[in-house]
């Protein structure tokens, strides 16, 4: 789903040849800009955290950078219902850990958050963080995006394909809470620059990651390979009198469908009749 996973499976040996990049997709009727908003302080500036209460999302790193964040609230949406997050350890440890820096006052464990609740907590943040240690591909950043919400994320896994550093958002490096506050606090002091970044975003989510337009490039690269195996197999059936095949016949060795993007370090596999997916590290 990324350029990051190909990376690594280049590193276990697979053959670059063989792997497509086709991201995951978000459902851009439900997470738009336009849309009712959950009630907040307006005199305090609001993060928020979608996520699992799993230590690896670095749900903690955000709320030790709390503490470098005077007049700002976090919300963290996620977890068991709100009713169970007393028995949850995670949401023990998260809260333990606020009180230790002096900011339970200023962060909200919501528990779980229904999906069709979510685009209007999304609008009501001034920022989505998401700073996971590790992220295969991460749908977080795309629904925010496609809210209209600037994204901080860690500069890992999926992250780096989504969100665009200085376009849509702002990359970190993951378990920095000393740099996630200083990026967090040079945001919040400039309502333009969020609101472009969050204009990007959403345009990048419709551009990009809509789910028409995964599906199709899904479809492009079962038929890419459908086309392979049919050449193959008549190729298998030529009469064996020592003819080579003529080249035409032959899969392209390197061609690129889509010459207005041209391929980037997400190393898609340039499969005939397959246009691959603009993902990777070009402009949004």
């Known amino acids: 789903t990324c350029s990051d996973e190909v990376f690594e499976l280049v590193r276990m040996g697979a053959d670059l040849r063989r792997i497509t990049v086709v991201p995951c997709g978000v459902d851009l009727g439900l997470f738009r800009p336009d849309g009712p908003a959950e009630p907040r302080d307006p005199d305090r500036s609001r993060l928020l955290v979608v996520s699992r209460l799993v230590e690896r999302k670095g749900i903690g790193d955000v709320v030790a950078a709390m503490a470098r ?14 009713a169970e997050l007393a028995g949850d350890p ?5 809260t333990a850990l606020a009180e230790r820096v002096g900011v339970a006052g200023r962060v909200r464990l919501l528990g779980r958050v ?7 907590l999304y609008r009501s943040a001034d920022l ?11 749908i977080v ?5 496609a ?11 999926g992250l780096v394909d989504t969100v665009v550093d200085g376009v849509t958002g702002a990359h970190v490096p ?18 333009e620059r969020r609101a472009t970044l969050g204009a990007t975003g959403a345009r990048r989510a419709r551009r990009r990651f809509g789910w028409d337009r995964i599906a199709g490039s899904t479809l492009e690269v079962y038929a890419g390979l459908s086309a392979a195996v049919g050449d193959r197999d008549r190729r298998d059936r030529l009469p064996s009198n020592g003819a080579v095949d003529h080249p035409e016949h032959l899969p392209s060795p ?25 993902v990777g590290f070009e402009p949004a």
């Open 114 to 120: 229904g999906r069709c609740d979510l685009p209007a």
């Open 141 to 145: 950043p795309l629904e925010a995006m």
């Open 90 to 94: 995670e949401a023990r440890r998260l």
């Open 174 to 191: 993951p378990r920095r809470p000393r740099l996630l506050a200083e990026a967090v606090a040079g945001l919040l002091a400039d309502p």
């Open 147 to 157: 809210c209209g919400v600037p994204v901080v994320a860690s500069a890992v896994g």
């Open 69 to 82: 964040l005077p007049g700002v609230e976090l919300l963290v949406a996620g977890g068991p219902p709100a």
């Open 254 to 278: 390197g061609a690129v469908d889509d010459q207005e993007h041209p391929p980037s370090r997400s190393a898609t596999l340039p499969l005939r009749g397959a246009s691959q997916p603009e």
């Open 128 to 138: 989505v963080v998401n700073v996971p240690w590790y992220e295969p591909f991460g």
